[in-house]
C-alpha cells in the first residue's frame, strides 16, 4: 500500500501560497542574478567615479611638478593611497605607459606587468576601461554584517593619466561588490518593519479568504454527506450565497445534482411500485389458473381451454407491458442521436396509416430516429383508435422549436382522465389489451431530447403537441 500524501487545509495552503507570492520577487532578483548584476554596477560606478577623482589629482600634481617623474608624483602619493584604501575598501594601482605597476594602495605587486588587463589596455589606449574577473578560490567566509564585501567578483575600473596631451600611466581601481544576501541582511533593520507588516497582511488575507472558503466547502461537503446518506432537508443556501464565486457555481451544481436525484428516486419509487401493481393482477391470474387446471382434472375440456386462453391472454399482455417498458427505459437513456428532417421521418411513416391529412412543414431536429417514429406513431394509432377520421397531423416549426400536432374529432378525454394521460400503465382500454405504456413513451422521448409533449381536449377534438429543439444548420 503506497503511503498517503499530507494533507493540509484550504487556510495553510493560502498562508504558503500568500508568503511564497510575497518572497517571489526576492527569489526572482537572486535566482536570475538581476540584483547581483545590479550591485556589480553600482560597485563600478562607485570606483569609477573614484577613478576619476584621482586621475584629476595626480594629473593635477603632475602640471604643478613638470619636471617629476610619473613615479615620483605616484611615490607621494602612497600615504594618501594607503588611507583611502582603508576608508573605501578599494585598491588604487599607478602603472606607467608599459604597465607597470609604480605604486599601489596596499604596497604589493610593485614591478608587476599589468599591461595585458583589459581595463588597463583601454586606458594605455586613452580611453576608460572596466572589468568584472572572478576571485576563484574558496567562498568567502565573511561575515555578513561586515563592512567587507562576499562576492565571488572583483570590479577593475582604469582610467588613462595624461601629461601634456600624452597617455604617461593609468590609475587603476578595484573592488569586491557586495553579495545578494549579504547586501539583504544589511537592509534588513530597515526592511524589517515593513516586511513584518506584509508577512502579517499576507497571512491575515489567508486566514480571511481561507475562512470564508473553507465555510463554503464545509457546507458543501455536509450537504454531500446528507445526499448520500438519503437525508430530505439539505441546506445548501450558505454555499449558494458564498461570495467565492466558484463555490457558489459548485453548489448550484450540487443542488441541481441533489434535485435531480430526488427526482430520480421518487421516479423509481413510482416506476416499482406502478410495476408491482401492474403485474401483480395477471401474475395472481395465472398462478390462479394454472393452480385450478392441476387440481381439477373433471373439468370440462371447453372450459379447460376457455382457461388457458385467458392465461394466453394475461401472458399476451404481460409480454407487451415488458416490452414497453424497455421501450421507456431506452427513450430515459436517450443515445444515438443524429441529424434528422422531420418532414422526412413523418412522411416515411404515413403510408402505414390510412385517413391521415398532412399539412405544414418541419424543421431539422438532432434525435434518435427509432424513438421519434415510435413517438409519432404511438400518437397516430391512439388518435385512430379513439377518433373519427380523418386525423389531422400537423408540421410546425417557430422561433427555434419545431414538431407535431396530431388532432383528431373523437369523443375527447374527460377532464378527470387528462391529467392521467401521460401517465405510466393508465389506460381505458385495458379490456382490449392496452398497456399504458404508450403516452409515457412519448413523453419520456420528448422530455429526453430537450422538448415535451401537452395535449387539449374537449368533446369532438383532441390535439396533441410535440415540441422539439430545432437544430442549427451547419452546425
Known amino acids: 500500500m503506497s503511503r498517503a500524501e499530507p494533507v493540509l487545509s484550504i ?3 493560502l498562508v504558503i501560497s500568500h508568503l511564497f507570492v510575497l518572497l517571489l520577487p526576492i527569489l526572482a532578483l537572486a535566482g536570475t542574478g538581476a540584483f547581483a548584476r545590479d550591485l556589480w554596477r553600482q560597485t563600478q560606478e562607485d570606483i569609477d567615479h573614484q577613478a ?17 617623474s610619473l613615479k615620483e608624483v605616484a611615490s607621494a602619493l602612497g600615504p594618501r593611497m594607503a588611507a583611502a584604501r582603508e576608508a573605501t575598501l578599494a585598491g588604487l594601482r599607478i602603472t606607467d605607459a608599459e604597465g ?13 606587468d599589468v599591461s595585458s588587463d583589459t581595463e588597463v589596455q583601454q586606458a594605455l589606449a586613452g580611453a576608460p576601461g572596466a572589468d568584472i574577473r572572478y576571485k576563484g578560490g574558496t567562498r568567502s567566509t565573511v561575515p555578513l554584517a561586515s563592512a567587507s564585501r562576499r562576492s565571488p567578483v572583483r570590479i577593475f575600473v582604469a582610467q588613462p593619466l595624461v601629461r601634456r596631451g600624452e597617455v604617461v600611466g593609468a590609475i587603476l581601481v578595484s573592488r569586491t561588490p557586495r553579495e545578494e544576501i549579504q547586501t539583504l541582511y544589511q537592509m ?3 526592511l524589517g518593519l515593513g516586511l513584518g507588516a506584509a508577512v502579517f497582511l499576507a497571512v491575515a488575507i489567508a486566514f480571511s479568504g481561507g475562512r ?3 465555510s463554503s466547502l464545509h457546507s458543501l461537503s455536509e450537504a454531500s454527506r446528507r445526499i448520500a446518506s438519503g437525508g430530505e432537508h439539505i441546506d445548501l443556501d450558505p454555499a449558494l450565497n458564498s461570495h467565492v464565486s466558484e463555490t457558489r457555481v459548485l453548489a448550484e451544481a450540487m443542488d441541481t445534482m441533489r434535485r435531480r436525484l430526488q427526482e430520480r428516486m421518487a421516479y423509481i419509487s413510482e416506476f416499482a411500485a406502478n410495476v408491482s401493481h401492474e403485474f401483480k393482477t395477471p401474475v395472481t391470474t395465472l398462478r390462479g389458473t394454472l393452480e385450478l387446471l392441476r387440481d381439477d382434472d373433471e373439468m370440462a375440456p371447453a372450459q379447460r381451454l376457455r382457461f388457458m386462453d385467458n392465461a394466453l391472454a394475461d401472458l399476451e399482455r ?6 414497453g417498458l424497455l421501450a421507456l427505459a431506452r427513450a430515459e437513456e436517450g443515445g444515438g442521436r443524429e441529424p434528422l428532417s422531420l418532414d422526412s421521418l413523418v412522411r416515411g411513416i404515413l403510408p402505414r396509416f390510412e385517413g391521415v391529412e398532412l399539412s405544414g412543414e418541419g424543421g431539422s431536429i438532432v434525435a434518435n430516429q427509432a424513438q421519434l417514429e415510435a413517438v409519432i406513431i404511438n400518437l397516430l394509432q391512439n388518435a385512430q383508435h379513439y377518433g373519427a377520421s380523418p386525423v389531422q397531423l400537423r408540421l410546425w416549426r417557430e422561433g427555434g ?30 379490456a382490449s389489451g392496452g398497456t399504458g405504456l404508450g403516452l409515457a413513451l412519448v413523453e419520456a422521448v420528448c422530455r429526453a431530447h430537450g422538448g415535451g409533449v401537452s395535449v387539449q381536449s374537449g368533446p369532438g377534438r383532441t390535439v396533441f403537441r410535440v415540441e422539439l429543439p430545432e437544430a442549427i444548420v451547419g452546425s
Request: glycine share 10%; hydrophobic share 45%.
Open 11 to 13: 487556510r495553510t495552503w
Open 52 to 68: 576619476v577623482l584621482w586621475r584629476l589629482a595626480l594629473e593635477a600634481e603632475l602640471d604643478r611638478s613638470p619636471d617629476a
Open 100 to 112: 607597470v605597476v609604480l605604486m599601489s594602495s596596499n604596497g604589493t605587486g610593485l614591478g608587476e
Open 188 to 190: 534588513a533593520p530597515q
Open 212 to 214: 470564508r472558503f473553507a
Open 318 to 323: 404481460l409480454n407487451r407491458m415488458i416490452g
Open 401 to 430: 422549436k419545431t414538431g407535431i400536432e396530431v388532432e383528431d374529432h373523437g369523443p375527447g378525454i374527460s377532464a378527470a382522465n387528462l391529467p392521467k394521460v401521460f401517465d405510466r400503465f393508465f389506460t381505458t382500454a385495458r
